[in-house]
């Protein structure tokens, strides 16, 4: 049986951009474990109407509504009144919360005593059942609608966290049962998305509609999702793999990897594999990649250290950049990347380096060169690939991350070959 939730958020300091909603994206990742569609999402106001118009749009279309925030002791926080109101009940007291709050102050070394906005706190509609909130004050609510559900969970993203993973997931597996659903990654370069599905309409045609695929590109790659669903989990792992033998006979030749992650996770992989060793050299990067590196966990097998080569002086002292290199091509230029690979090789004495070069912004570089210019190098010492890349029309933030990236993929590339 497909079974679909919405996802709520509410507050208004979500709708400004005052915060990001990383509610939503962990919620529908847990509830896609155990087979859970999410139809939509939605952010309101902290407004009464917004919030009952949510409450009716999403029981319309799904069997669960998850609402994350607005159950906090001050007056903008009005969604259990709203609840109260679409339900036609009353708020009642709920004594099990006022004692887990005086526990949680005594926990966290509150002598004072509650005053009437915590002790509001456990004030619950009648309708509703409480679920204890051991990570804070805000008590869950779990409110059967007819056969379906809303859950109001706190917004402070590791209380809901918590009562996720500790309360919901286990009472919606024994509540409601969903189909499975099966999800497989590939991840392809050197192939823009529009000519890559054109290479494989025919075979994309053919697929079997339990079967459904979505392309996710980047600047750099594309990330190639299978998703199946059906009551067979085995049968739906083992019809996604023959699809991805035949996808690999039309378009084998730009697959980095068939079981894609994250580049930095298909980097590390190909490196163990291999028995490789890496270092990384970064100016414009300023030690991202050494973070993503680093992310993965057990990478000091494989990740020997960086040099984070911002200021001129360094490469040339450090990574024993030719100054007369620099002084004539400027030092975001193809011979100073690959110099700056090649020295950070030596220095840190691994199989392969990676470097990066180039000008985030917001100004032009001291040599002149445009915002968004960047080499990349990576080299084994005996041979050396470099690539250059523009985007002038990236923020800071985004060129550091996409060069990042892109230099992540070089190395995969690289590494396979």
């Not at 110099?339 to 570089?365: E, W, Y």
């Amino acid at each position: 049986m497909k079974i679909k939730a919405t996802l709520l958020t509410i507050g208004d300091e979500i709708l400004i951009g005052q915060i990001v909603d990383t509610n939503s994206a962990f919620i529908a990742q847990q509830l896609n474990k155990i087979g859970i569609e999410v139809e939509e999402i939605l952010s309101v106001q902290d407004e009464m109407s917004h919030i009952i118009e949510a409450f009716e749009r999403g029981l319309e279309k799904s069997n669960i509504v998850i609402v994350t925030g607005g159950l906090g002791p001050t007056k903008d926080d009005k969604t259990k009144n709203a609840l109260c109101k679409f339900l036609d009940c009353s708020l009642v007291i709920e004594n099990k919360v006022i004692e887990n709050i005086q526990h949680l102050f005594e926990q966290r070394g509150y002598k004072k005593e509650l005053n009437n906005l915590n002790k509001d706190q456990a004030l619950i509609p009648e309708k509703s059942t409480f679920i204890q909130n051991r990570y804070g004050t805000a008590p869950c609510l779990w409110t059967a609608v007819e056969d379906k559900v809303i859950i109001n969970m706190p917004g402070v993203p590791y209380e809901m966290k918590g009562i996720m993973i500790d309360e919901i997931i286990p009472r919606l597996k024994k509540e409601f049962d969903a189909e499975t659903i099966v999800h497989r990654d590939i991840l392809l370069t050197g192939i823009p998305e529009s000519d890559l599905a054109i290479l494989v309409e025919d075979w994309e045609n053919e697929l079997p509609e339990f079967i459904h695929l979505a392309y996710l590109p980047s600047r750099s790659s594309i990330d190639l999702r299978f998703s199946a669903t059906g009551n067979d989990e085995s049968f739906l792992k083992n019809a996604i793999q023959e699809q991805i033998e035949r996808f690999k006979l039309i378009a084998g030749e730009f697959v980095i990897s068939d079981n894609s992650g994250k580049a930095q996770q298909v980097l590390g992989d190909v490196l163990q594999q291999k028995k490789l060793t890496i270092a990384t050299a970064e100016s414009c990067t300023g030690g991202n990649i050494a973070t993503l590196i680093t992310s993965i966990s057990g990478s000091s097998n494989y990740f020997s250290g960086s040099v984070v080569a911002y200021a001129t002086n360094v490469k040339t002292s450090v990574l024993n950049v030719n100054e007369k290199d620099i002084e004539e091509f400027t030092v975001v230029s193809e011979q100073v990347s690959e110099q700056m690979a090649k020295g950070v090789r030596k220095l840190l004495n691994t199989d392969i380096a990676i470097s990066t070069t180039g000008v985030a912004g917001p100004n032009k570089g001291e040599d002149g060169k445009d915002v968004g210019t960047a080499w990349v190098s990576v080299t084994n010492g005996e041979r050396t690939v470099s690539k250059h890349y523009l985007y002038p029309y990236l923020d800071r933030e985004d060129f550091i991350k996409v060069v990042s990236n892109n230099a992540l993929n070089l190395a995969i590339q690289f590494v396979k070959e």
